[in-house]
């Protein structure tokens, strides 16, 4: 039974009122990874950013449409930013930890939340690193400085740093692209793991990493969302020829 | 703008185009050395034969590279999987232009049994169907493809009445059984040759389609809408 968490309708962005995404029609499944594909430029990152309202941080940004979590408009006058991005985090391209221990990194949400009980940051830093599988790596060594680790780890560290505030939506920007195979195999491993607790949109430039991990994927051109469906689907027989000739390389 | 894979899809196509020309041409030899009952053309069939399987074992090598380095999708993927099994049927149609080669071979009375079967309509149903196959494989050509499965049904129909025929002719003269199960087993080998032309045929709609006709009677097909 579907059971959607993002309901997107109408979107349109515009930043200095230069069209980047055209009125998008889109449903996130909860529990499931939706990959978000397209050329460069298409509006991958803007649909992203707009799911927890990021783009506002940049100067000439308008929308039109509505973003629905949980049934909730996350663009009306009421909603309180800092819990929409307790809610929905977000892991980026290059791991951006602070120059501040492991321990520190992982706290440093819950802290700001009220959270101040040792016992308690414990246990939080414990149970988020073992579901970003990182834990084993980095147990003894808490207090040494994030930014030793190897970049692997410091994008699962991130990853564990975003669940430490508990969110339900977990936003992906190109989180493997900096990474060697082996590491982009474990994010992988971790991203199908994390889905039976979030809500996953991972914009991704590798269309074979989108063919491995999501469940659904939308394809954008030019700001419009040509095809969402399925991923076996969409990887083995796509309905528009665009996707096609995008899938296959043939755009150019 | 060519991508990389095209190069190696268009090798590929290229070399199953030449060895449908080989089979094609072992099937004709091997159903005028029935007709004509000259027995000089076996072992061409089976020089030409080698070169078959040595088509087979590279066609499978470059699929099997263009799968590894380039990780296909959609419509490449399918023509990559199709292409093997029509590999594997055309292999096997010049395996069995051999095996009907071999056994025309021994054969001395076929003047006086083919010319009570419908062997020249049969023959005739062989060379179409490999051509309805081999044409929609090059040109894509669904329709072409669709149309094979009439013709099977017509080769089955045929294949039936020789071999109702083949019986009334070893009950009529019992001195002639040996050779009248020589020709049952080359129509059936023949039939055969057409099963695979029909597989051809279902891969090439695969390919342009996505859509399997795998299982499928002439009613099915001829319920499908067009592409």
Same mark, same amino acid.
């Given at each position: 039974?579907?059971? #959607?968490?993002?309901?997107?309708?109408?979107?349109?962005?515009?930043? !200095?009122?230069?069209?980047?995404?055209?009125?998008? !029609?889109?449903?996130?499944?909860?529990?499931?990874?939706?990959?978000?594909?397209?050329?460069?430029?298409?509006?991958? #990152?803007?649909?992203?950013? #707009?799911?927890?309202?990021?783009?506002?941080?940049?100067?000439?940004?308008?929308?039109?449409?509505? *973003?629905?979590?949980?049934?909730? !408009?996350?663009?009306?006058?009421?909603?309180?930013?800092?819990?929409?991005?307790?809610?929905?985090?977000?892991?980026?391209?290059?791991?951006?930890?602070?120059?501040?221990?492991?321990? /520190?990194?992982?706290?440093?949400?819950?802290?700001?939340?009220?959270? !101040?009980?040792?016992?308690?940051? =414990?246990?939080?830093? /414990?149970?988020?690193?073992?579901?970003?599988?990182?834990?084993?790596?980095?147990?003894?060594?808490?207090?040494?400085?994030?930014?030793?680790?190897?970049?692997?780890?410091?994008?699962?560290?991130?990853?564990?740093?975003?669940?430490?505030?508990?969110?339900?939506?977990?936003?992906? =920007?190109?989180?493997?692209?900096?990474?060697?195979?082996?590491? #982009?195999?474990?994010?992988?491993?971790?991203?199908?793991?994390?889905?039976?607790?979030?809500?996953?949109?991972? *914009?991704?430039?590798?269309?074979?990493?989108?063919?491995? *991990?999501?469940?659904?994927?939308?394809?954008?051109?030019?700001?419009?969302?040509?095809?969402?469906?399925?991923?076996?689907?969409?990887?083995?027989?796509?309905?528009?020829?665009?996707? /096609?000739?995008?899938?296959?390389?043939?755009?150019? | &703008?060519?991508?990389?894979?095209?190069?190696? @899809?268009?090798?590929?196509?290229?070399?199953? @185009?030449? &060895?449908?020309?080989?089979?094609?041409?072992?099937?004709?030899?091997?159903?005028?050395?029935?007709?004509?009952?000259?027995?000089?053309?076996?072992?061409?069939i089976e020089i030409a034969d080698r070169r078959v399987d040595k088509f087979d074992l590279k066609i499978d090598r470059i699929i099997h590279?263009?799968?590894?380095?380039?990780?296909?999708?959609?419509?490449?993927?399918?023509?990559?999987?199709?292409? &093997?099994?029509?590999?594997?049927?055309?292999?096997?149609?010049?395996?069995?232009?051999?095996?009907?080669?071999?056994?025309?071979?021994?054969?001395?009375?076929?003047?006086?049994?083919l010319s009570n079967i419908k062997f020249e309509k049969i023959a005739g149903e062989i060379k179409h169907m490999l051509k309805l196959a081999?044409?929609?494989?090059?040109?894509?050509?669904?329709?072409?493809?669709?149309?094979?499965?009439?013709?099977?049904?017509?080769?089955?129909?045929?294949?039936?009445? +020789?071999?109702?025929?083949?019986?009334? $002719?070893?009950?009529?003269?019992?001195? $002639? $059984?040996?050779?009248? &199960?020589?020709?049952? +087993?080359?129509?059936?080998?023949?039939?055969? $040759?057409?099963?695979?032309?029909?597989?051809?045929?279902?891969?090439?709609?695969?390919?342009? +389609?996505?859509?399997?006709?795998?299982?499928?009677?002439?009613?099915?097909?001829? +319920?499908?809408?067009?592409?």
């Amino acid at each position: 039974m579907k059971d #959607t968490k993002i309901e997107i309708k109408n979107l349109s962005v515009f930043f !200095n009122y230069v069209q980047a995404l055209n009125k998008i !029609n889109l449903e996130i499944q909860s529990n499931k990874v939706t990959s978000i594909i397209g050329p460069s430029g298409c509006g991958k #990152t803007s649909l992203l950013r #707009t799911i927890n309202r990021m783009n506002e941080l940049i100067k000439g940004f308008l929308h039109k449409g509505e *973003v629905l979590i949980d049934g909730i !408009n996350i663009y009306d006058k009421n909603i309180d930013l800092v819990k929409l991005r307790k809610l929905v985090g977000m892991v980026f391209q290059n791991s951006n930890l602070f120059p501040k221990s492991i321990y /520190e990194n992982i706290v440093f949400a819950p802290t700001l939340q009220g959270i !101040n009980e040792k016992g308690i940051l =414990d246990e939080i830093v /414990e149970r988020v690193c073992t579901q970003a599988a990182i834990w084993k790596e980095i147990k003894d060594k808490l207090n040494s400085n994030a930014l030793n680790l190897s970049a692997g780890q410091q994008q699962r560290l991130c990853i564990a740093r975003t669940l430490a505030a508990e969110p339900s939506i977990l936003l992906m =920007d190109e989180p493997a692209s900096a990474l060697d195979p082996i590491s #982009t195999a474990k994010i992988e491993e971790l991203i199908l793991e994390l889905k039976n607790e979030y809500t996953i949109l991972l *914009v991704t430039h590798n269309m074979q990493q989108a063919a491995r *991990v999501s469940d659904y994927t939308a394809f954008l051109y030019m700001g419009q969302l040509i095809e969402f469906g399925r991923t076996p689907k969409m990887f083995t027989n796509p309905i528009n020829k665009q996707t /096609e000739d995008y899938i296959t390389g043939r755009f150019g | &703008m060519e991508r990389p894979i095209d190069i190696h @899809i268009e090798k590929l196509k290229t070399r199953l @185009i030449k &060895m449908c020309s080989l089979v094609d041409d072992q099937v004709d030899k091997a159903i005028e050395e029935i007709v004509s009952g000259k027995n000089t053309v076996v072992n061409e069939i089976e020089i030409a034969d080698r070169r078959v399987d040595k088509f087979d074992l590279k066609i499978d090598r470059i699929i099997h590279r263009i799968i590894a380095l380039n990780q296909p999708v959609a419509v490449d993927l399918r023509l990559l999987l199709s292409a &093997m099994k029509i590999n594997i049927n055309l292999e096997r149609i010049g395996d069995l232009a051999v095996n009907i080669s071999r056994t025309a071979d021994e054969l001395k009375l076929q003047d006086k049994i083919l010319s009570n079967i419908k062997f020249e309509k049969i023959a005739g149903e062989i060379k179409h169907m490999l051509k309805l196959a081999f044409d929609s494989f090059i040109n894509n050509d669904t329709d072409l493809a669709k149309n094979l499965f009439v013709h099977e049904e017509n080769l089955d129909r045929l294949v039936d009445f +020789s071999q109702n025929k083949l019986v009334e $002719i070893m009950k009529e003269d019992p001195a $002639i $059984i040996d050779e009248a &199960m020589k020709i049952n +087993s080359i129509l059936e080998e023949l039939e055969r $040759i057409g099963d695979h032309a029909t597989n051809i045929g279902k891969e090439v709609y695969f390919i342009v +389609s996505s859509k399997s006709l795998k299982h499928l009677d002439s009613d099915d097909i001829n +319920s499908l809408d067009d592409i």
